[in-house]
């Protein structure tokens, strides 16, 4: 930004008109170049007079729009005011003046204040008729750039924006990313086979794991069902043994009872109770292989329980089940990544532009934080100040003495 302080002063004082002012100014009026022309009167001078100097441009232009005479009689002029005092103009026309140091006639209003946009002057001294925004507030000057951003956005939509820049204020809209999503998901479901998928959802540690549990579960079940045949034929042989003894228990209870007095009724009595340990002992082994067996049952249905679950769980990763969930992960794995860079997807995927995407309602753009923060990160001259990218900050003084506040400066062409 380029700062100046200038004073002004009134261009009121009489100079003394020179032969060549008079000789020139003769011409002039002569040729019949109209006096209020600024730019015809420029012409002239530059194009058929062939001059250059700048002073006696501005000098000879100013004489003879301020003190045309309509007789010509330009030889009887002595002295003159060279320009009206600059405090009968606009502020920003002395602003603009000052900063372009040429006296304030040549500058003339070509638009005004409106809707957003800066009022403009041109400068019809210089041979491009240079032309300048004015305003004496940030604020307005902020808005005129927010407009001007609007135009670009209106002639050219998001082909007139750096895309890089642009992608941060760009957002799918939910159908969108909802639609596309699948689509990929689906694309990316053709011809992928189970090992892929499962690497793909990261469970194939699971899965063998799962795999080896139901090869371990079935061992298990063989070996139960092994021990608990084989605890059967033990239950079985005990079963049969204790049935022999509670017969001849039963048998020499039989005799013992019918004779008391018998001979050997002590022997029978001892074999009695003999006998009949044995049976407590094999009552005993029986309850212990009723019991294991029971124990057994109950580890078979846990086994088969198990088995089953495990065979539910393996389903998960196998088949139509392991397809739909891969088809979920993908959904997800793109849904995310149109979320998080649309611009990219709209790169690689998309055929149409930026452009028909918002027309269609696929993409939506924060115009208003792209405005904003384009401007924060540019400044306001780089839209304003279209020709240089510069804005130049002027102070005017009154009468008084008084220094304005700043007025803001901006060339456009």
Do not use: C
Request: aromatic fraction near 12%; glycine fraction near 4%; charged fraction near 35%.
């Amino acid at each position: 930004m380029k700062f100046k302080t200038i004073i002004l002063e009134e261009w009121q004082i009489d100079t003394e008109i020179t032969p060549l002012d008079k000789r020139l100014l003769k011409v002039l009026h002569k040729q019949k170049i109209d006096h209020t022309d600024f730019e015809n009167i420029l012409l002239f001078l530059r194009k058929i007079l062939s001059i250059t100097d700048k002073d006696l441009l501005k000098r000879i232009t100013l004489l003879y729009h301020n003190n045309y005479m309509e007789d010509g009689k330009y030889e009887d002029l002595t002295s003159a005011k060279i320009s009206k005092s600059v405090y009968e103009f606009s502020d920003n026309i002395q602003a603009l003046s000052n900063a372009l140091d040429i006296d304030p006639n040549f500058i003339k209003q070509t638009s005004s204040e409106e809707d957003g946009y800066l009022p403009t002057y041109t400068d019809n001294f210089s041979e491009g008729h240079n032309e300048y925004s004015v305003t004496d507030s940030r604020d307005k000057a902020m808005d005129a750039a927010y407009q001007h951003l609007e135009d670009i956005w209106e002639d050219n939509g998001a082909s007139g924006w750096n895309q890089t820049f642009l992608q941060n204020y760009v957002e799918p809209t939910h159908w969108f990313i909802e639609e596309e999503s699948d689509i990929r998901a689906r694309e990316d479901e053709k011809g992928v086979t189970e090992r892929e998928a499962r690497e793909e959802l990261g469970v194939i540690e699971e899965y063998d794991s799962i795999i080896w549990e139901i090869k371990n579960t079935k061992d298990e079940i063989k070996n139960n069902v092994l021990e608990m045949e084989e605890t059967e034929f033990k239950k079985d042989e005990i079963e049969k043994e204790k049935i022999i003894l509670q017969k001849e228990i039963e048998s020499l209870s039989d005799y013992d009872d019918y004779d008391d007095d018998a001979v050997n009724y002590n022997e029978y009595q001892n074999d009695i109770i003999e006998l009949q340990n044995r049976l407590n002992q094999i009552d005993g082994k029986y309850e212990e292989q009723l019991t294991k067996i029971e124990w057994l049952n109950d580890e078979y249905e846990n086994h088969i329980e198990s088995l089953e679950n495990d065979k539910e769980e393996k389903n998960k990763y196998e088949g139509d089940q392991l397809l739909k969930n891969y088809v979920e992960e993908r959904i997800s794995y793109w849904s995310e990544e149109i979320m998080n860079d649309v611009m990219w997807y709209f790169d690689h995927y998309m055929d149409g532009s930026l452009d028909e995407a918002l027309d269609h309602g696929d993409v939506v753009v924060d115009k208003d934080g792209l405005f904003h923060n384009s401007i924060n990160r540019y400044g306001v001259a780089d839209y304003l100040a279209r020709y240089d990218g510069r804005e130049d900050e002027i102070q005017i003084k009154d009468k008084e003495g008084n220094f304005s506040d700043s007025f803001y400066i901006y060339r456009i062409n």
